[in-house]
Structure formats: structure tokens, C-alpha cells
């Protein structure tokens, strides 16, 4: 089956506004399945929780957010700035930062019950992989991304983790981009 992709500008005041860049073959409902949000911490990961918790409040599902630590071979990678003590280990920062991060946009929306009762979890390995095994895993219905749209010879090169998701994935995943 094809996946839908569609990208959404994160334009607050005016809801959504979707750009599709891919089509499907059929039409799936996930009412009530759960959606995984996966974040890297960025704004984009900002804008993207927050889509995907109205659509979450409007599915009647739970809400998932995850965070993949990366392969311990780019250690420290980008942990190495925020680490508090230099002998932390890599996994305690992360789940230190998705902890604020977290905790942070619970703070800015505090009237957002979906966010509110969200749970928020770190996973190892490759964020590909660990994003696709936590969507089955939860037998989401929906994967959310942030996206930041860049090109470039890496992304050429490797293609990003959203393209890949989305070419792997077995259920819609949904691209939101940051206002610039």
C-alpha cells in the first residue's frame, strides 16, 4: 500500500496547511490508534508535537512521543554541548533533554489535555529503525515528523530519517514544518 505524505506549514493562528507530497491508494482511518511523534529536539519538533497533539484531541488517541538516541558510535554527538557533567553518561543527557523539552511545551500549553497525559519515552539505535519498531510496537496509526526541508549532498547522498520513515513505513506519516 502507499502511504500518504503530506507536509503542513506550523501556522498556529490558521490551523494547518497542507501541502501533499505524495498520494494513497487508499484511505485508512486511525481514530483511536495511537500516534507517535518522533522529535530531535529541534523547533520543527516543537511545531510537530503540537500538530500532532490536536490531531491526536481530534482522533480520540493517545498520544506517543519518542526520541532516538543515536548510534553510540557519533558519541557524544550532539549531547556533547548540553551535558552538565562530563562524565554523564550520553543516554542520562538525553533523556535529560527530552525531559525539559517535554516538560517545557506541558508549561507553554498547559490547557493542552492531549500533552498533558502524552507519554514521552527515549529509544536506542539507528532513528530510522527505532522509530519504525516503536510505531509497530504501539500499532500506531500515524507517524509525525518534524521536517526541516533542507537539501543538500548528505541528504542526497543518505536521504533524512523523514524520507526514510516515509518510504518505509506501513501506516501515513505526516511532515510538519516549522514557520521560518
Not at 538525553?94 to 525531559?99: E, F, H, I, P, W
Not at 502524552?118 to 519498531?133: E, N, Q, W, Y
Not at 549532498?153 to 501506516?171: D, E, I, M, N, P
Amino acid at each position: 500500500m502507499d502511504n500518504s505524505v503530506v507536509e503542513f506549514s506550523a501556522d498556529r493562528a490558521s490551523g494547518p496547511n497542507p501541502a501533499v507530497l505524495g498520494f494513497a491508494s487508499e484511505r485508512t482511518s486511525v481514530t483511536q490508534r495511537p500516534v507517535l511523534v518522533a522529535i530531535d529536539l529541534s523547533e520543527d519538533s516543537h511545531e510537530a508535537v503540537l500538530w500532532a497533539c490536536d490531531y491526536a484531541r481530534q482522533a480520540s488517541a493517545p498520544l506517543h512521543i519518542v526520541h532516538c538516541l543515536h548510534d553510540p558510535a557519533e558519541a557524544p554527538g550532539r549531547y556533547a554541548h548540553d551535558r552538565a557533567d562530563p562524565l554523564e553518561r550520553m543516554a542520562d543527557t538525553a533523556q535529560r533533554l527530552l525531559s525539559h523539552f517535554v516538560d517545557g511545551l506541558r508549561q507553554a500549553y498547559p490547557g493542552h489535555e492531549t500533552l498533558a497525559v502524552a507519554s514521552a519515552r527515549l529509544v536506542a539505535g539507528l532513528p530510522v529503525r527505532a522509530i519504525l519498531d516503536e510505531a509497530a510496537a504501539l500499532d500506531a496509526g500515524l507517524i509525525v515528523l518534524g521536517s526541516r526541508g533542507k537539501n543538500g549532498l548528505k541528504r542526497a547522498l543518505f536521504g533524512s530519517v523523514a524520507q526514510q520513515v516515509t518510504q518505509l513505513s506501513t501506516v501515513p506519516v505526516t511532515l510538519v514544518k516549522a514557520q521560518q
